[in-house]
């Protein structure tokens, strides 16, 4: 049995076209596996090369643009409903929704346009809030500061109050978004797995109502843009085009190999010299791939690798 001996000299400088051999380097603790443990894995950094990340921050930000006098509108809807002019909607910008539902018991709402299946927003609001809204929509008051304890389920005309309160915001967030009618059907529903609904968007409603502040939740399924395969499929191959020149990879120059059985390199012994026979033209590889062919020369007192030949594909 025979085996082949590489000897491998790695460039001291780094070619025009391979990236700076620092941003290489990897902590002394993963140079001995290629396998990096889960934690650590973690605490690497993360590069949006394909732009996706900042795809959709711009989508949210032109989200959240189109819906900036939404709350102006809301409001007035809610001024008439309430029979009140001390009616102000505050809306918050949509942000990224995080994993989990909010503590606490809430009365969820969920609601899908009428040409589609999926459901596209869910609200949620505690029993507590209704029941205030639900006392100033009938005309009564609340006294400052007092602590209003539900211990009933919500009775149905509260839960049309509510019903009604999402759709006034799912309309005019319709309209703002240049949807038309959507035909909105709503309906409660029990605690929805929203980890499980893909990337949502999450915005908390502040009512002020005669002094009385309300909120409720809003999830929002981000609108998806419908495209062909073909068309996916170039614009991933521009973002590849665009991004692998910027690639990190590792090049070494092999400037010597010799053959000897498995007996002769067991009585190697500490000390023994092999004689290496420099080739006149040495390969430079990138993995196993051979893609330029020179020679090692002296240049200003340092060893350099001279190219004399690129392998074209």
């Known amino acids: 049995m025979s085996m082949h001996m590489v000897y491998i000299y790695r460039m001291r400088y780094p070619l025009s076209l391979i990236p700076d051999q620092d941003s290489l380097s990897m902590p002394s603790s993963l140079v001995k596996s290629a396998l990096i443990p889960a934690q650590v894995g973690r605490t690497l950094p993360t590069y949006d090369l394909l732009g996706a990340e900042q795809a959709d921050q711009i989508q949210l930000r ?9 709350a102006a509108q809301v409001s007035t809807c809610l001024s008439q ?15 990224v929704a995080q994993p989990g539902l909010p503590e606490g018991e809430r009365l969820w709402v969920q609601a899908r346009a ?29 006294q400052p500061g007092a602590q209003v304890v539900v211990s009933k389920s919500p009775s149905d005309s509260e839960l049309r109050l509510f019903l009604r309160l999402c759709r006034y915001q799912l309309e005019n967030m319709s309209s703002a978004l240049g949807w038309g009618d959507m035909g909105w059907e709503l309906e409660t529903c029990a605690p929805p797995a929203l980890d499980d609904a893909g990337p949502l968007w999450h915005s908390e409603a502040d009512l002020t109502l ?10 929002w399924r ?14 991933l191959a521009g973002k590849l085009h665009t991004s692998l020149p910027y690639t990190p990879v590792r090049l070494r120059v092999v400037l010597s190999q010799m053959q000897m059985t498995l007996a002769e390199l067991e009585q190697l012994q500490v000390g023994e010299v092999l004689a290496l026979d420099l080739n006149e033209s040495a390969p430079a590889l990138i993995g196993t791939k051979v893609c330029l062919r020179g020679r090692v020369a002296e240049q200003a007192g340092n060893l350099v690798f001279q190219i004399n030949t690129v392998e074209e594909e």
């Open 222 to 235: 981000p609108p998806c843009v419908e495209e062909g395969e073909s068309d996916a499929e170039n614009k």
């Open 62 to 70: 032109l989200f959240n643009v189109s819906l900036g006098g939404v």
């Open 81 to 95: 409903l309430f029979h009140s002019s001390d009616c102000e909607l505050s809306l918050p910008p949509f942000a």
């Open 210 to 219: 005669s002094g009385h502040h309300q909120g409720w939740n809003m999830w």
């Open 114 to 142: 009428s040409n589609l299946e999926a459901v596209q927003a869910w609200f949620a609001i505690t029993p507590a809030h209704l029941y205030r809204m639900a006392i100033l929509f009938f005309g009564g008051s609340l």
